[in-house]
């Protein structure tokens, strides 16, 4: 089976740095996922890793090493609306995607 | 975002009621999927169209039974459900491409409740 883990909650302060980390333990890999959920609403694709290396989208950055089955977002300059739940994909085959349980990050004044 | 769009928002029903939830991509894709949310689970992937056929059934329940009418309409045919089905139930479309599909894009879902 698939096995996706990351951590349930983090808190950090408005214009901090929170990172969240991710392993994966799968059967196949095609690339790995970030995606953000605001509480009742639907998930939006941050960002997408398939090979080693750091991707850098503006505040949001991720990270992949394959052969530790390990990624990071790492989200810069924390703003209010970043609180919300960050979700962990990855992808084994052509189209099936593998969801870990989510990290939800409450950012403070 | 409009790209994926989910009617109804919220649905609460009986066990012996008979309902449907749609699902509508104006992204071209032609990839679609059906995916069940829990609170505090992971996403479970419950089914897969690709070009309008069918091409995963992740050991969902006969109680549930998608339709892929075009490559732009999903439907999620729902009968005899269970209180345990209750959750919020998200679509999400892609394009697939030689050697594997593309980034999905999520509908904001149907919260579904079972009395």
């Known amino acids: 089976g698939q096995n996706i883990d990351q951590p349930t909650e983090m808190t950090a302060t408005e214009g901090a740095i929170v990172q969240i980390n991710c392993t994966y333990q799968?059967?196949?890999?095609?690339?790995l996922f970030w995606y953000q959920q605001h509480a009742g609403e639907a998930p939006t694709f941050l960002s997408y890793?398939?090979?080693?290396g750091l991707e850098e989208k503006g505040r949001f950055s991720s990270f992949l090493s394959r052969s530790k089955g390990y990624s990071y977002l790492l989200l810069k300059e924390l703003q209010m609306k970043d609180s919300a739940s960050y979700l962990c994909?990855?992808?084994?085959?052509?189209?099936?995607?593998?969801f870990g349980a989510g990290t939800t990050v409450t950012v403070r004044a | 975002e409009t790209g994926v769009t989910q009617t109804p928002r919220h649905l609460v029903m009986g066990m012996t009621n008979k309902k449907s939830l749609k699902c509508e991509q104006h992204?071209?894709?032609?990839?679609m999927y059906w995916y069940k949310q829990s609170a505090k689970k992971p996403l479970e992937l419950m089914f897969v169209?690709?070009?309008?056929?069918?091409?995963e059934n992740n050991s969902v329940p006969s109680r549930f039974s998608p339709e892929c009418p075009n490559s732009s309409h999903l439907f999620l045919h729902l009968h005899t459900l269970q209180p345990e089905d209750s959750a919020l139930y998200l679509c999400?479309?892609?394009?697939?491409?030689?050697?594997?599909?593309?980034?999905?894009?999520f509908g904001p879902g149907t919260r579904l409740t079972v009395l």
């Open positions: 999400a479309s892609s394009q697939v491409r030689e050697g594997g599909a593309d980034t999905q894009y």
């Open positions: 799968t059967s196949g890999f095609n690339g």
């Open positions: 890793n398939v090979l080693d």
């Open positions: 994909a990855v992808r084994d085959g052509d189209y099936k995607l593998s």
């Open positions: 992204l071209g894709h032609n990839a």
């Open positions: 169209y690709s070009l309008e056929e069918r091409v």
